[in-house]
């Protein structure tokens, strides 16, 4: 008999507009069912911070979202934690296409309160991180099985 493993996950969702750099952003807590039963979120608590560089080109800039800071305010995150930045082209996480990501496994304990960077390291397309492309982000933590 094999076990099942069911792994908890959590959305940080912002969205992206005009003013972004001034937007805020709202943490929603996704929740998983599975049968009748419904499986707990890893943390309920938290923050979601979008690093922005500015790159200088001829005739203007562009801006890129580089990193996620990503803070669980309530619980601890135990070593062998993945998290996952996701950037998106539209607003609706269920129906846009993920334009860049960011993916990190945490090596050790991280406590409540904590800020953890995820760097943006993947692209479907060169400069798909640019904030002109992204209008939402979503960050999901998978805990380690048991």
């Known amino acids: 008999m094999h076990a099942l493993v069911i792994l908890g996950i959590m959305f940080a969702i912002g969205a992206l ?9 709202v943490a929603a807590v996704q929740q998983f069912g599975v049968g009748s039963g419904l499986i707990p979120n ?9 690093q922005i560089t500015r790159v200088q080109k001829p005739g203007g800039f562009d801006d890129f979202i580089t990193q996620c800071d990503f803070t669980s305010t309530d619980v601890a995150l135990p070593i062998g934690t993945k998290l996952f930045c996701k950037l998106y082209e539209g607003r609706n996480i269920k129906t ?16 409540a309160g904590t800020v ?5 390291t993947t692209f479907v397309f060169p400069n798909s991180n640019d904030v002109d492309y992204v209008h939402n982000a979503a960050v999901i ?6």
């Open 17 to 25: 507009g005009v003013g972004y750099l001034n937007n805020d952003f």
């Open 42 to 50: 890893p943390v309920v608590g938290t923050d979601l911070n979008l």
């Open 96 to 111: 846009s296409n993920v334009f860049a990501e960011g993916i990190i496994t945490l090596n050790a304990p991280v406590s």
């Open 116 to 120: 953890i960077p995820i760097p943006i």
């Open 141 to 146: 933590v998978q805990t380690p099985s048991s």
